[in-house]
């Protein structure tokens, strides 16, 4: 009974916040009219007053008063439209739909909702069966229980992971810390920690959550793959792509074969090599730009031979770049050896695999060049 007492109160409140302003539409149009209406009366009287000083000519005055005659009339008329039988249909309708949406939904809710369901206090949905309760309703429920019980550490040790599966970082570094706090540091919780704070730091390993990681390391006994490749991913983050790709090749050689952080950490190699061969392949230094601009002609062509060579080199010893591939295909074009522009897209079609998004991208580039297809 009472919802639906709640239900009238808050569904009439609703109606009169929109119906009330419909009607005094009526009042705001009249009263706008007849301020107008004093405006125009006091700009003839001003025009009037500027006449009899001699401010403004008498032809002046006489335009001036026609063209404030026009305003009022039109003030007029738009006020009569105001009060007009359309105005007031107009209302009508609208009040009558807003009056129509309420009762239509009480009577579709009477035939198809359920109004003698009883409710769900947040209360009972914390203590219904843990099995049928949904994530969120899980985490209030650990949340309720850590409000209540502070100090429980084995609470914030098992509600720390979940937030972070959810992505909170704050909340997670917030947990871990209680849990380490209450229960001390180990080699897990540790990692969680350092984990939550790159979380919560979008993605960047933070100098707090190195040390994170290193802790859980000198904490654990055994390979520790996650704390090891944040660390390797802070040395690539800071540009130390060498120490990186050690660190990871290290922790490569320790894990299981059936370790799953086997194709994470092979990923992040071929990221790491990718990096590092744009940045060994990436053309001349402007040193070497500066010392060509000086050579004579055959030197000149000398070092770009070399400088092609190099890459060529580098490529046959690393082939998953298609950005050097790009790079090597130009410049034998641009040197005028077609057929070593060519083999050098064949390499590169195979290397990258021919049905890759690469190679197809290669093969619409070297179609530019004129170079032809590679099947």
Not at 312 to 329: F, H, S, T, V
Request: proline letters at 5%.
């Amino acid at each position: 009974m009472i919802f639906w007492v709640i239900l009238a109160f808050l569904t009439a409140a609703a109606c009169l916040a929109v119906i009330l302003p419909l009607a005094g539409r009526k009042r705001e149009a009249a009263s706008a009219a007849a301020h107008d209406r004093e405006v125009y009366r006091d700009q003839m009287a001003e025009i009037a007053r500027d006449a009899e000083r001699g401010l403004i000519g008498e032809r002046e005055a006489e335009e001036a008063r026609a063209e404030i005659g026009r305003r009022l009339i039109r003030a007029e008329d738009e006020a009569a439209r105001a009060r007009g039988t359309g105005t007031v249909v107009a209302r009508l309708v609208a009040t009558v739909a807003v009056l129509a949406i309420p009762l239509l939904s009480w009577g579709l809710y009477s035939v198809i909702g359920s109004p003698d369901l009883p409710g769900q206090p947040l209360a009972a949905r914390l203590a219904k069966d843990p099995a049928q309760a949904s994530v969120e309703e899980l985490v209030a429920r650990a949340e309720a229980h850590l409000r209540a019980n502070p100090a429980d550490g084995r609470g914030w040790d098992v509600l720390a992971p979940i937030y972070l599966r959810l992505n909170r970082g704050t909340e997670a570094q917030t947990a871990y810390r209680n849990a380490i706090r209450l229960l001390g540091p180990s080699a897990a919780r540790e990692t969680g920690l350092g984990e939550a704070i790159y979380v919560g730091a979008g993605g960047i390993v933070t100098r707090e959550a190195v040390e994170a990681f290193r802790r859980a390391i000198d904490l654990g006994d055994g390979p520790n793959p996650k704390a090891r490749f944040y660390l390797a991913t802070a040395m690539a983050q800071e540009g130390r792509m060498d120490e990186a790709t050690a660190a990871l090749k290290a922790l490569r050689a320790e894990l299981p074969g059936d370790s799953p952080w086997l194709g994470v950490v092979a990923e992040a190699l071929a990221r790491a090599d990718g990096e590092k061969q744009l940045r060994t392949a990436k053309g001349p230094s402007q040193a070497e730009m500066d010392a060509a601009a000086e050579m004579d002609a055959d030197d000149r062509s000398a070092m770009i031979e070399t400088m092609v060579a190099g890459l060529d080199q580098r490529l046959r010893e690393n082939p998953a770049d298609p950005d050097g591939w790009r790079r090597l295909i130009r410049s034998y074009s641009v040197l005028g050896r077609a057929e070593e522009a060519r083999d050098a897209l064949a390499r590169a079609v195979t290397a990258l695999g021919p049905d890759s998004a690469e190679a197809g991208d290669l093969r619409s580039f070297a179609a530019t060049l004129n170079l032809g297809e590679i099947e």
